[in-house]
């Protein structure tokens, strides 16, 4: 009975060891001929590479500018107070018997309950507001809105002071009789914010003396709760024009951004458990704020680089043309290398190294284009934008992608070229 022999394991693996070593021959054949094929066409190829350096470069540069924006809108808000938190009352009035509207308004049991209580606060203020006309020396008036805040009022909210200072502990304390003014207050009344120190102004006959002038790390354009003709006195002062102990807003600042979105709520549930069940105080952070211009910036990161990725597209048009026309002018060398037992998964896998070869070598130069902006910024003027490291290897294999794509067709079509017509083309 006959028996069928199986190859031993050593012949196996010599033959698999051989194929591997064709194959290697054959890649390393195949690369050779990509280069000579680019150098006998250097001006073609350089005029189809240029796509590729545009688009690879506009994909780096399109990065490092969405995150230099992301980065300045987020610095830019963090400097109104990424770890404060501003308590107001929102509603939920009692109607008495007698149909008068009693507001649940907070107060500074309020304030030192939480700051009892709530762990991490750094810093808080207390806040009154009322509308008042002062009066100037020489007679003139003006509509202000008046602050009644602490002395800690200007860590919470990073206020800055541009000439004298600002009331402290002991001018709180002593109750005294001073104000700081908002900068274009001070230059609508004074000229400038110099001037205006030490000046006296009168609201209500009472007598203040202005011992600084201030403005806010960024312009907020009204949307916070300084406007420019606001006037900031010390909160016990306040109380003298208000006639009240019930707070507009509270503000506390936290030790770190991380312990912002807790606390507020912490605060809210103690705020609220001392007061009627149908008031409302909400909380506002800046963190929610952040979190959705960090998600805007990076959709629109996303936009752009899709805007980009059209000049790639584009560019691989301009290779795929060029192969096509490579193709047509190396048909006879095509017949002589299948004549001599090309194969053709060879002869595709020539031209679509090529294609590779062509697109791969824009996106380093555009690459290194794109990378070589803002190093130069980094390094010859003062701004330190970022540099995006991780859109670099995003364009480099986006430009393999569109070497691939956009060389199978002529690769495919040299592969099924007819090898005796070929050897018969003129």
């Keep these: 009975m006959a028996t069928t022999s199986t190859p031993k394991p050593e012949t196996r693996t010599f033959d698999s060891t051989l194929e591997s070593a064709h194959t290697t021959m054959v890649f390393g054949e195949v690369c050779s001929l990509a280069i000579d094929s680019f150098r006998a066409g250097k001006a073609r190829f350089l005029l189809t590479m240029l796509g590729m350096v545009i688009g690879s470069a506009s994909i ?115 109750h005294a009789k001073v104000a700081v003014l908002n900068e274009p207050l001070a230059d609508e009344l004074y000229g400038s914010a110099q001037a205006a120190v030490n000046q006296d102004i009168t609201i209500r006959t009472i007598p203040l003396r202005i011992i600084g002038v201030f403005k806010e790390s960024i312009p907020t354009y009204g949307i916070s709760e300084i406007s420019d003709e606001t006037l900031l006195i010390p909160y016990e002062v306040a109380r003298y024009f208000t006639g009240t ?114 697109s791969l070598s824009g996106g380093v130069v555009g690459t290194l284009l794109g990378l070589a902006v803002p190093l130069s910024v980094r390094w010859l003027t003062p701004y330190k934008i970022p540099i995006g490291w991780q859109a670099a290897p995003i364009a480099l294999a986006t430009s393999v992608l569109v070497g691939v794509i956009f060389g199978t067709v002529p690769a495919n079509r040299a592969a099924r070229l007819d090898p005796v017509e070929t050897l018969k083309y003129e």
């Design 245 to 358: 102990d019930y707070l507009k807003e509270i503000f506390f600042r936290m030790q770190d951004s991380s312990m912002v979105a807790p606390a507020a709520k912490e605060i809210t549930d103690l705020i609220s458990s001392r007061h009627r069940p149908n008031s409302v105080y909400r909380p506002m952070t800046l963190t929610g704020i952040l979190d959705t211009m960090s998600k805007v910036t990076d959709d629109l990161e996303w936009v752009l680089l899709l805007a980009a990725s059209i000049t790639l597209v584009v560019s691989g048009v301009g290779i795929m043309n060029s192969m096509l026309a490579n193709v047509q002018a190396r048909i006879r060398e095509i017949g002589i290398r299948k004549a001599l037992g090309a194969t053709r998964r060879e002869i595709r896998l020539q031209f679509l190294t090529e294609s590779v070869f062509l």
């Design 60 to 174: 780096i540069l399109v990065v490092v500018v969405g995150q230099t924006g992301r980065d300045y809108a987020i610095q830019t808000i963090s400097s109104l107070g990424p770890n404060k938190i501003e308590m107001q009352y929102s509603g939920g009035s009692f109607i008495g018997p007698d149909s008068t509207t009693t507001p649940d308004n907070m107060t500074r049991g309020d304030m030192q309950a939480v700051v009892d209580t709530v762990p991490g606060i750094i810093a808080y203020s207390p806040m009154l507001e009322d509308h008042e006309r002062l009066s100037v020396g020489d007679g003139a008036t003006k509509d202000t809105m008046l602050l009644g805040v602490s002395p800690q009022y200007k860590e919470v909210r990073g206020l800055v002071v541009l000439a004298g200072r600002f009331f402290d502990e002991q001018d709180a304390a002593a």
